[in-house]
């Protein structure tokens, strides 16, 4: 399955790499690098801490009825607080955390077209609607 490097764009195959040819970890190193700017990402799939954070968060979260508010709701101008965010994907959990769409974030909105465009923590980032359509949100 093709990957696309969040810093370049460049769409490669990681499983034709040789990154690792060197590193101490060998086949348990969880880190894949773009051939073309040598960006290290971690292996979802293969990160034992992307796992337990993932449990983590699922652990954390309300065991409470569902609200139908979700980020991509929300009108360009306003400030909401994450209140859940559904896995869609099993990646897509531990990349919205690790730029901050946690629980309890504060998020401003401030576009919505073509793509969403919000701040989080002083980080103004584009997600995708199929994405904040899982992300629960309460007013402030």
Not at 10 to 17: A, F, G, R
Not at 40 to 62: K, N
Not at 74 to 94: F, I, K, N, T
């Amino acid at each position: 399955m093709p990957v696309r490097c969040p810093m370049c764009g460049y769409e490669y195959d990681p499983m034709d790499l040789r990154c690792h040819v060197s590193c101490p970890l060998g086949a348990r190193c969880a880190l894949t690098c773009c051939p073309q700017c040598g960006y290290q990402m971690p292996d979802l799939e293969r990160s034992t801490s992307a796992r337990w954070f993932r449990g983590l968060l699922a652990r954390l979260r309300p065991a409470r009825e569902r609200s139908h508010a979700t980020l991509a709701n929300v009108l360009p101008g306003q400030s909401v607080v994450v209140m859940d965010v559904e896995e869609a994907a099993g990646d897509r959990l531990a990349r919205l955390a690790h730029l901050g769409v946690l629980p309890g974030a504060v998020v401003h909105v401030l576009r919505r077209h073509p793509v969403l465009i919000v701040e989080v923590e002083g980080a103004t980032l584009a997600l995708d609607p199929e994405v904040a359509a899982h992300i629960r949100v309460s007013p402030m």
